[in-house]
């Protein structure tokens, strides 16, 4: 496949698939302007339940990031019948371990909120809140691993349009429920899960279609199943390693001071801005690798990780330019002062330097997982945190201050991490045993 070719694949898959990314922190951001309006104690209360639904769900995400290479290797191999019915396998997976986090969660969710230490007012709302959206979990895992098996059909678009349509009746409902039904922040959550639930209609019906237009059991399979549990345990394992590193950051920031703690808030923030193209540079690679191991191209797969890589460093480059130049001011739109501003400016620099790392470090992942080498891949997770913890106990043993102090943490996580991940991830494509092709 010539070059523009490949370049107008990846561009096909990858925005149609930043889209529909965007479209989930759509639904909390959405949640939280109608819930401001009800007062302070509502709109902490959603703090706390939004920050225990995000764990689960970024625990969770490995359903889609397993589903994509199943049935993406089955579908390069002409398989299509056997994809969709791999794809179907993990729907079963997700809706399995829905409801009993949906149970587990509803009768945790008390608990859960108390290790907050948050006023009884607060509490309360945050109890209601999270107790409703438990009842989202299932759906929320449906929509996953749907996601993936049309990305490993190499069809993101119709993701897009169920994430913007379901966004639009998250909207409308909430504020029924919220002012036309009087119902509070319980509102909130009931339309969301409303929003959710009608989302996993959609992607039924979608599905179905599949099923029938290629011959696929729509029953779950023994095999099936235990496949994607499998590769599944390795993403999840790999998942938690991402989210140790993140939770010890915030914990170290945390220790430096309050300033530091809300200067990396920014920081991290932008860095989590600019994941999503990446991320969708990611979901691109996924779905083309999967595909081209299924057909047995190998140099196609080359071709893929050589433009993806490319990409990968050019956006870094774009994007960290970016950064540097408006570093200044960044500062000053999150927060509006001046001090803080310049605390800041130093920790958006290393940010910036470490751009082009990032994008490559995004892009690798994706490869990877669309090589189906999850195993690796959790491997790789605990090594990158070898070199990384020790680093960060350095600055929480001398809690430097001010700017430096929060410089030295973002060294810690965007140099020293990111590039223990390309490290990792570097020398795994260097060599041939993630190559392995087939259904």
Known sequence: MPAPTLNREILRL?????????????????????????????LAGLGIASAVLQTIVGLMVFLAYSTTPAVARRFGAGAHGDAVSAGIDGLWLALGLGALLAVAGSWLTPPAVALFGATP?????????LSLSMWGLPAMLIVFAATGLLRGMQDTVTP??????????????????????????????AGTVVAQWAMVGAY?????????????SVLPRRDGLRGSARSGGW????????????????AVATAVGTDELAGWQVAFTMFSTAAFALDALAIAAQALIGKGLGAGDEPFVRRVLGRTVAWGVWFGVIVGGLVAASSGVLGLLFTGDSELAA?????LLVLAVAQPICGVVFVLDGVLIGAGDAKYLAIAGVLNLVPYL?????????QPTGAIGLMWLAV???????????ATLGWRVRGAAWLTAGA
């Open 14 to 42: 990858a925005v149609p698939a930043l889209g529909a990314l965007i479209a989930e922190p759509l639904f909390l951001i959405a949640d939280s302007a109608m819930i401001g309006h009800l007062g302070v104690e509502p």
């Open 121 to 129: 007012e607060v509490a309360e709302q945050a109890e209601i809140y």
């Open 160 to 189: 897009l349009w169920i994430a913007g349509a379901g966004f639009g009746a998250n909207i409308l409902l909430n504020a029924l429920f919220i002012y036309g039904f009087g119902w509070g922040i319980a509102g909130s959550a």
């Open 204 to 216: 039924v019906v979608v599905v179905g279609r599949l099923a029938r237009r290629h011959a696929a």
């Open 235 to 250: 993403l999840f394992l790999r998942t938690v390693s991402l989210r140790v590193a993140l939770l010890v950051t915030v």
């Open 343 to 347: 605390l800041i400016q130093p920790a």
């Open 390 to 398: 020790p680093a960060l106990l350095i600055v929480w043993w001398l």
């Open 412 to 422: 810690c996580f965007f140099g020293v991490y990111m590039l223990a991940r390309l």
